[in-house]
């Protein structure tokens, strides 16, 4: 079993940064993909970011493209998510995810975190 635990979420102004962080623990670790994923209010959970956890090779929503930043660090069991210039629009619960390969729908994800609350301010 794995658990995560995300952190970092809080409030900001548009235009404002934040760097989320996901911590894995558990008595094994070894997911190809990594992911941060988000759910806006009356919305569904849509995908943020993925990275596969050997290759590094980064993929994102084209609503990030150029603003966020995934990246992990395997040693420390960690992923991040470094978002610029936020927009209101990216108020949501951002979630941490893993799993085992890199073709499973991300709703079909075997690990969830419990999620942290971005809100961004106009």
């Known amino acids: 079993q794995v658990q995560l635990v995300e952190s970092g979420g809080g409030s900001v102004q548009a235009g404002g940064s934040l760097r989320l962080s996901c911590v894995a623990s558990?008595?094994?670790?070894?997911?190809?993909?990594l992911g941060w994923f988000r759910r806006a209010p009356g919305k569904e959970r849509e995908f943020v970011a993925t990275?596969?956890?050997?290759?590094?090779?980064?993929a994102y929503a084209d609503s990030g493209k150029g603003r966020f930043t995934i990246s992990r660090d395997n040693a420390k069991k960690m992923v991040y998510l470094q978002m610029n210039g936020l927009k209101p629009e990216a108020t949501a619960i951002y979630y941490c995810?893993?799993?085992?390969?890199?073709?499973?729908?991300?709703?079909?994800?075997?690990?969830w975190g419990q999620g942290t609350q971005v809100t961004v301010s106009s």
């Open positions: 990275i596969t956890y050997s290759g590094g090779v980064p």
């Open positions: 995810a893993a799993h085992g390969n890199s073709y499973t729908p991300f709703r079909n994800w075997d690990y």
């Open positions: 558990g008595r094994t670790f070894s997911p190809y993909m």
